[in-house]
């Protein structure tokens, strides 16, 4: 079957650096989404990789391991408003779109 | 412009009643999109539309019919509602079909009770 792995929670300081992992087991690969969601709101797009390397958007960044299966959302320079869902997706072979369940990223002053 | 409306915003029905859930997008997108999200679990698609006049099965279609007259709108139908159903709901839209192939852009959400 095809799978989406991130951790469920974490936890982190205003102004720090986290990193939120994605691995993923599918039938093919096609490009790898990172959306972020707040709380009672719709996802909204961050990034998209296709290519492995870093893609760097701001205070975000993405990196992709085709080999691996794995990616990372990285934020940086943490703000509270940055205190969200953040959803890794997977297109699989059949350009079918695959979703992690989200992690919950939780800042602290 | 407003990109992705839904409604309604909430509903609480009861088991039994047949619902449709409203998605009008004005961003001449070929693709729509409905998904599902329920705790713990990721979005999970329920039907598609590649283009205007076109349907297709997602991942989680049973108890769930939809049809797509013209571009902007997007109907999701419960014919006969169940407790299982009681979900948070997004209608999305992309440029162009199939789904993995492009941005995906969200609605606010229609938040279902079925009792």
Known sequence: GQNIDQPTEMTATEGAIVQINCTYQTSGFNGLFWYQQHAGEAPTFLSYNVLDGLEEKGRF????????????????????????????????????????AGTKLIIKP | IAGITQAPTSQILA???????????????????????????????????????????????????????NTDDFPLTLASAVPSQTSVYFCASSRNGPAGTDTQYFGPGTRLTVL
């Open chain 1, 61 to 100: 960044s993405s990196f992709l391991s085709r080999s691996k299966g794995y990616s990372y959302l990285l934020l940086k320079e943490l703000q509270m408003k940055d205190s969200a869902s953040y959803l890794c997706a997977v297109i699989d072979s059949n350009y079918q779109l695959i979703w992690g």
């Open chain 2, 15 to 69: 088991a039994g009643r047949r619902m449709t859930l409203r998605c009008t997008q004005d961003m001449r997108h070929n693709a729509m999109y409905w998904y599902r999200q329920d705790l713990g679990l990721g979005l999970r698609l329920i039907h598609y539309s590649n283009t205007a006049g076109t349907t297709g099965k997602g991942e989680v279609p049973d108890g769930y019919s939809v049809s797509r007259a």
